[in-house]
C-alpha cells in the first residue's frame, strides 16, 4: 500500500504545479513528510525506490523511463537535503 502511495505521488507531480510549489516550500524532511501525509502519501525511503522501479519497468520508452528518473532524483535530491537540515 505504502508503495502505492509513493507512486501516486510520482504522478501527481506531473499535474499540478501547485503541488511542487508547496514540496519546495517545506524546511526540512520531517516537515516535508508530514506535508506527504497530510495528503495521503504515506511512504518510507525503500518505499519510494520500490515504486521508482515499478514504475521504470512499466515504461514503454526511453523518454518515459528518462522522465520517471528525472522526477525521482529531483525527489530524492529534495528528500536528502531537507533531511541534512532537519539534523
Known amino acids: 500500500m ?3 502511495n509513493a507512486i501516486f505521488l510520482l504522478n501527481a507531480i506531473d499535474n ?12 526540512d524532511y520531517n ?3 508530514d506535508f506527504f501525509k497530510s495528503l495521503g502519501y504515506i511512504f518510507d525511503d525503500d518505499e519510494f525506490e520500490d515504486a ?3 514504475l521504470h519497468v512499466q515504461c514503454q520508452t526511453a523518454e518515459n523511463a528518462q522522465l ?3 522526477k525521482a532524483e529531483w525527489l530524492r535530491y529534495l528528500l536528502f537535503i531537507n533531511q541534512k537540515a532537519a539534523s
Open 2 to 4: 505504502s508503495i502505492r
Open 31 to 33: 516537515e516535508l513528510m
Open 16 to 27: 499540478d504545479l501547485k503541488l511542487r510549489e508547496q514540496i519546495y516550500g517545506c524546511i
Open 52 to 54: 521508482v522501479n515499478s
Open 68 to 70: 520517471l528518473l528525472q
